[in-house]
């Protein structure tokens, strides 16, 4: 580098510096850019992966709703020894099925099935039974959306669908399993609810629910190009994958990458959980994360995965890095060009003017004898620079003997400071300005100097060097300013040094408080932070169970408008109970009336008969058939009128019962009204209650929201605590310094100093 002229270096110098800072300036900007992006794409992931789950969550939750709401009313029934409907029952279910399409069957089975429902009879040949002749049917959704029914399986604990709820005591999902429906084979999993009387378990009723609608709805999200979703279930087992042979296996058959089975440690804690590894679909790195979710308040948790090759949603950030590098590298490029061209052109004027100089130089060197003018015709700088230096050089040879004069009085002069007498003067003298000023300058800067600093400088040598010794005591003997000024300054040395050390030992004294304060206050501000975080995460459990019988008081008021429909269509039926009674009595009038007419049929028969036989009498023995015949008219006419009167007897019992009916009926239509009227009350007053609840939550919610805020401020506090005992120490540390090294000089009343008293309070 020393080899080349200076246009050279100066190129290179620039060019460096450029290549440097653009350079560094591209990666700054390129690498922030691709950071930025980078990071904006995994948050988008991020909050696919978070919605995605909800609505997952939102599925589950609603499995559960119904599996309970089944549950309570087998639970309500057993508790009013209610016998319940079979063709009520299965229409239920087929209701259930048809508004719920995610769920594919519902059942229930009960160790003793005869306390909800009549035993089968003879007649009835529905295959709705087990084999020991309990109702317990099992409906089914078929591929075509027709249902099918079928027994479900006898009561068996071991059965993992009945014994989960038995042994967890509340609603619980199984791990996946396979069931054939239709031919096929589909993979379901199952979620049960436990019934209870009088504290013991009776049974278990479920819904059961296909996997596959999750694995449809999973591969419809859109994640970049090839990104997909996974969801991985409390067990470990894969629910939805875009490669089917994955189904339902567990996750450490699948792969033995430690990224992606650590999500499965995560998913037990329920906590979220983002790795990069190699995928399971392509094989390609790829950016996963993981959002755990909740099984209802079971503490079991799923997992929605998130998975998007790393080339897909860093192809912006790549794009943006490539085209920063790209454009930078052209600008470089230009740069370089124009410094060359400039440079070319610097180079050769330069060249000119230095060989100039050098023939100038060689003159003043007495190299040679004569010089030679700078031939630059350039009107620039370097040309105007040319003409300049040619002025001189002329002027120079004249003032060359001169100053050689000068010179030589200089450096008699020179030595005679040398020897540190300043009362010498330059007496030559010089046609140069410059240098006749500069013998002026050096002959007042030499009467200056005798009088500022002193007629022998090696009185102050001698004083200086004790002073480098930190020994600040000695004084000088001279009237010389600079002489007055060092013993001013050792004076206000000694008097620093002083203050020095006595500030250093109060220093230490309020060091010493203030890292016993700071120790204290680390202290309350490190248990004031635990404690907030207790009372943040029992409000917030207080938030989710106030938010819960929020959901459980909405659900209330559906029930209850289902149940004024079922009073309203009571009431409609006992109207028309009413008007078949009324239509029964109108009838019944009518068969009485019959009957009348039969009896007086059988009476004047009766009449008849005896004429007859009086007749017959009267004839003799011709007569004697006749009145045989006579004879048993008569007990037929008896036996007419024995039977209008037994079924006039019933008739007007059944008039009787069927005025009763229409009695009864009125006070059920009465019934009815008054249990509308007391339904629509209490509608009200679970709308009230759920209004109540809902502004309950909000207020809850701002509470939650600010314990949070105040949590983070508590948690900075500590940080700002712990913070300001680093920096009490580091006082500390720097009190001992001042006082330490005030101990190393030696100064006046050095041993007398004490620190002063600031009246602090300990």
């Known amino acids: 580098m020393n ?86 029952t299965i229409k239920y279910f087929k209701s259930l099925l048809e508004h719920n399409p995610f769920i594919l069957g519902i059942w229930f089975t009960f160790e003793d099935g005869s306390i909800f429902y009549e035993k089968k009879t003879d007649t009835d040949t529905q295959n709705y039974y087990t084999k020991k002749g309990v109702f317990q049917p099992y409906v089914v959704r078929n591929t075509n959306g027709s249902f099918t029914i079928e027994p479900s399986s006898e009561f068996d604990l071991n059965s993992e669908w009945i014994n989960l709820p038995y042994k967890n005591k509340q609603v619980s999902i199984t791990e996946p399993y396979n069931y054939n429906i239709d031919g096929k084979n589909i993979l379901l999993t199952t979620v049960s609810s436990p019934v209870y009387f009088e504290g013991k378990f009776i049974g278990a009723v479920g819904v059961d629910f296909s996997l596959e609608s999750f694995n449809k709805k999973t ?3 859109k994640l970049f190009d090839s990104g997909y979703g996974t969801i991985i279930d409390a067990y470990g087992k894969v629910i939805s994958h875009p490669n089917i042979e994955n189904l339902g296996k567990s996750l450490k058959d699948i792969t033995t990458n430690e990224n992606i089975l650590n999500v499965l440690e995560a998913t037990k804690k329920g906590e979220d959980y983002s790795f990069i590894a190699k995928n399971l679909r392509s094989g390609v790195d790829s950016y996963s994360y993981g959002f755990a979710f909740e099984f209802g308040e079971t ?43 400039s440079m070319k052109r610097l180079n050769k004027n330069l060249t000119t003017i230095k060989d100039g100089l050098l023939d100038f130089f060689s003159y003043l060197n007495k190299e040679t004898k004569n010089t030679n003018p700078i031939k630059l015709d350039s009107s620039d700088e370097f040309g105007e620079m040319a003409k300049m230096i040619n002025q001189n050089i002329e002027k120079t040879q004249s003032l060359i003997i001169q100053d050689n004069e000068l010179i030589e009085d200089v450096k008699r002069v020179v030595n005679e400071v040398k020897a540190g007498r300043f009362n010498k003067k330059i007496e030559k003298n010089s046609d140069n300005q410059n240098l006749e000023e500069l013998k002026n300058i050096f002959n007042e800067m030499l009467e200056t100097t005798k009088n500022n600093v002193c007629e022998d400088i090696n009185k102050v040598i001698k004083v200086l060097e004790s002073f480098a010794k930190l020994d ?38 309020s060091s010493d408080i203030l890292l016993a304060n700071v120790d204290k206050l680390n202290i309350s501000s490190n248990e004031a932070a635990a404690s907030l975080e207790e009372t943040a995460a029992a409000l917030e459990e207080i938030t989710s169970n106030i938010r819960n019988t929020t959901q459980n008081i909405a659900q209330m008021a559906t029930y209850s408008n289902k149940v004024t429909k079922a009073a309203n269509d009571g009431e409609k039926l006992a109207n028309q109970t009413t008007v078949a009674m009324d239509e029964i009595n109108t009838q019944v009038n009518a068969i009485n009336e019959a009957i009348s007419v039969i009896d007086q049929i059988a009476f004047q028969t009766n009449i008849l008969s005896l004429n007859a036989a009086v007749e017959a009498a009267t004839a003799g023995e011709a007569g004697r058939g006749f009145a045989v015949v006579a004879a048993e008219v008569r007990n037929l006419a008896s036996r007419s009128a024995e039977a209008a ?16 009916g229409k009695q009864i009926a009125g006070n059920m239509i009465d019934g009815y009204k008054e249990l509308n009227q007391n339904i629509v009350n209490t509608i009200n007053l679970i709308s009230d209650i759920e209004m109540s609840s809902k502004e309950q939550l909000t207020g809850i919610e701002q509470i939650n929201d600010a314990v949070t805020s105040l949590d983070r401020q508590t948690q900075q506090n500590a940080q700002i605590a712990s913070q300001t005992h680093d920096v009490a120490t580091i006082t500390d540390e720097i009190a001992k310094l001042i006082v330490n090294d005030a101990n190393t000089k030696e100064f006046v009343k050095k041993d007398e100093i004490k620190a002063k008293n600031l009246n602090i309070k300990k």
């Open 3 to 88: 080899k080349l002229n200076f246009g050279t270096k100066l190129l290179l110098i620039l060019i460096s510096v450029t290549i440097i800072s653009l350079g560094l300036m591209i990666y700054i900007v390129s690498s922030y850019s691709y950071s930025n992006s980078r990071t904006d794409a995994q948050n988008y992931i991020n909050e696919l992966a978070k919605k995605n789950a909800l609505e997952t969550k939102n599925t589950l939750d609603k499995a559960i709703v119904i599996s309970n709401s089944i549950a309570n009313k087998y639970a309500s029934a057993i508790e009013h020894k209610e016998k319940l409907s079979k063709e009520g």
């Open 645 to 660: 009167r037994e079924i006039k007897a019933i008739v007007e019992n059944a008039t009787s019962k069927a005025n009763q």
């Open 299 to 341: 503490k079991n948790y799923w997992t929605f995965i998130a998975t998007v090759p790393e080339d897909e949603y860093l192809a912006k950030s790549n794009f943006i890095k490539n085209f920063s590098i790209f454009s930078g590298l052209i600008v470089l490029a230009v740069i370089i060009l124009v410094l060359i061209y």
């Open 219 to 221: 591969s419809e999200i």
């Open 472 to 509: 600040f005591r000695p004084r000088i003997d001279d009237k010389g300013n600079i002489a007055l000024g060092i013993n001013n300054l050792a004076e206000i040395i000694n008097a620093m040094l002083v203050e020095n050390k006595s500030n250093g030992l109060t220093l230490d004294e």
